[in-house]
T-cell receptor
């Protein structure tokens, strides 16, 4: 079954507002990946985090891996309508690969 | 070419039919995956082929039968499906085999399957 929980499940923001989704695990993660799926589309890889406390940035997106490697976050600064979609974290552990439950982001223009 | 292609885009089949889903990539990737995604849910891993060998089967019912004819192609053969098998079936590929760790996955657009 799923081992990573994401919160919130849904987020509605006004364009220009910030957005954060959190991914939490009860066990230590070896790594975490983030994907974005647009409505009607397929998942697209965003980033992979491996090191404890790692922070990576992609333009307006900031990804963090917790110090204990049990949680991760994705923060979007000044959302745009192109950010609409569902953001999934995903993790693997030996022969198991799980997507988190996802956070659906809606951005109002 | 960083594209994974899937055919058909849509498929409607009866419970007694036999059909196949096809997936192709020309990125030289050595791992290929099948996922099932129900509406408003995350993708669920079904099968993984690593270096053309089935390396992971997530306890998928035998009415789903994967096949990897070569390193670029992946098929999913369907037989005697149930209405609850209706879903989006996604194919993905990644550079390395899963033994080395799970690389970033490139997903195809999916086949939307309806079982009547």
């Amino acid at each position: 079954g799923q081992q990573v929980m994401q919160i919130p499940q849904y987020q509605h923001v006004q364009e220009g507002e910030d957005f954060t989704t959190y991914c939490n695990s009860s066990t230590t993660l070896s790594n975490i990946q983030w994907y974005k799926q647009r409505p009607g589309g397929h998942p697209v890889f965003l980033i992979q985090l491996v090191k404890s406390g790692e922070v990576k940035k992609q333009k307006r997106l900031t990804f963090q891996f917790g110090e204990a490697k049990k949680n991760s976050s994705l923060h979007i600064t000044a959302t745009q309508t192109t950010d609409v979609g569902t953001y999934f974290c995903a993790q693997y552990n030996f022969n198991k690969f799980y997507f988190g439950s996802g956070t659906k982001l809606n951005v109002k223009p | 070419d960083t594209e994974v292609t899937q055919t058909p885009k849509h498929l409607v089949m009866g419970m007694t039919n036999k059909k196949s889903l096809k997936c192709e990539q020309h990125m030289g990737h050595r791992a290929m995956y099948w996922y099932k995604q129900k509406a408003k849910k995350p993708p669920e891993l079904m099968f993984v082929y690593s270096y053309e060998k089935l390396s992971i089967n997530e306890s998928v019912p035998s009415r789903f039968s994967p096949e990897c004819p070569n390193s670029s192609l992946l098929n999913l053969h369907l037989h005697a499906l149930q209405p609850e098998d209706s879903a989006l079936y996604l194919c993905a590929s990644s550079r390395g085999g899963v033994v080395a760790g799970w690389d970033e996955q490139y997903f195809g657009p999916g086949t939307r399957l309806t079982v009547t």
